[in-house]
């Protein structure tokens, strides 16, 4: 077994704190990654919290992780030691239902086993994150990473990333189509980058006057302020797709009245309450509703190496492991532009 420091929550109500325990060594088709990058994802403070129930503890989280593999498998044949290496939101599934078979593990009909706040395929023992030192993981739920882009930038790909590049790629956006981008953090920073490098004319949807000069420079080429209702009415029937990055509850309606007949809403972000479902903004222009959830291996290794052809990374903050309770706190107060990354050369 190998000894691991990390940092973990023991309840629902107790910060972050160091914590150790035991990886299992790397089995025939195993990889040892030891972490150099850990993303921090908003959805590590709802699990950390239970505020979507069920959270198991102690909890290590983290899912956006990169690192250098320091020990395979016999029977490992894609890495060999001193490889970049990544791994996302999920370490395994059930490999034979037919979401698996098509490349969406993300939706195998198991459930895929989580990278952290889950259980490995028998159920019994624990996963944990990337808020870690090192991690233990198959081959096939391991990701390449080019050393040509900045690791500590690469980690938000793995989950803020491919979350948004997913549901993008899915619904064809290209060249000449008009793609709002609703909110500007995580998740909706890489949406502006993505659907503005497959060509779209990109317009970020915020609340915020402060956030268009930010959301220009990511590669927005319009702003509309959400809160002015002259601005909104001026872009009724406008886009081909919005994807929604927003987790705070907000109308659904006030923004799928801005897509043309046939356009379809993304929606990504998490309101903590269910949303009415607004059919009159639906039925009389054929809109659709579209849910998404990160991607597959194959597609998650795809946009990697889209994104190193392209020099597309996350804009980060790096902190310490000492400070996550602390950026967890400016998370919620959105102070942070647009991802914090853990260095944990700290731990």
């Given amino acids: 077994m190998i000894a691991t420091k990390a940092y973990a929550a023991q309840a629902a109500d107790t910060p972050l704190a160091p914590f150790s325990f035991q990886r299992r060594e790397p089995g025939p088709h195993d990889v040892r990654i030891d972490i150099l990058y850990c993303g921090v994802c908003h ?34 044949t894609r890495f060999k030691v001193g490889d970049l290496a990544g791994v996302g939101c999920f ?27 889950s259980y490995e395929r028998d159920k019994v023992t624990p996963t944990y994150g990337g808020y ?4 233990v ?24 990333g491919i979350t948004t590049y997913s549901p993008l790629r899915y619904v064809g956006v290209t060249k000449g189509q008009k793609v709002g981008v609703l909110g500007l953090g995580g998740l909706g920073h890489m949406a502006v980058k993505f659907a503005a490098s497959f060509g779209a004319e990109v317009t970020m949807l915020s609340t915020s006057p402060s956030k268009e000069a930010d959301a220009k420079k990511l590669g927005a080429h319009k702003f509309a302020l959400t809160s002015d209702p002259a601005q909104l009415k001026a872009l009724r029937n406008y886009f081909d797709c919005i994807i929604d990055t927003v987790s705070a509850d907000h109308a659904y309606a006030t923004y799928l009245d801005l897509l043309k ?39 998650t290794q795809e946009m990697l190496d889209y994104c190193a052809a392209h020099q597309i990374t996350s804009d980060v903050e790096v902190i310490s492991i000492q400070d996550v309770n602390q950026a967890y706190e400016r998370m919620l107060r959105g102070d942070v532009r ?5 260095d944990m050369a700290s731990l």
């Fill in 137 to 160: 993981v198959d081959e096939k739920y391991t990701l390449s990473v080019s050393p040509a882009l900045p690791l500590e930038k690469v980690a938000p790909l793995l989950c803020a």
């Fill in 132 to 135: 870690s030192s090192t991690i």
């Fill in 43 to 76: 959805s590590d403070i709802h699990q950390v919290r239970d505020e979507w129930g069920g959270s198991i503890y102690p909890m290590v989280p983290g899912h956006e992780i990169v690192g250098r593999i320091s020990a395979v498998g016999d029977h490992v």
């Fill in 338 to 342: 647009y991802r914090f990354v853990i």
């Fill in 91 to 117: 370490v395994d599934s059930c490999r034979v239902c037919p979401s698996c078979l098509a490349g969406d593990e993300q939706y195998c009909e198991e459930g895929c086993n989580q990278t952290y706040n």
């Fill in 261 to 299: 007949t046939n356009g379809t809403y993304i929606l990504v972000g998490a309101p903590p309450t269910p949303s009415p479902l607004p059919a009159f903004s639906l039925i009389p222009k054929r809109r659709k509703i579209l849910g998404s959830m990160i991607g597959g291996i194959r597609e």
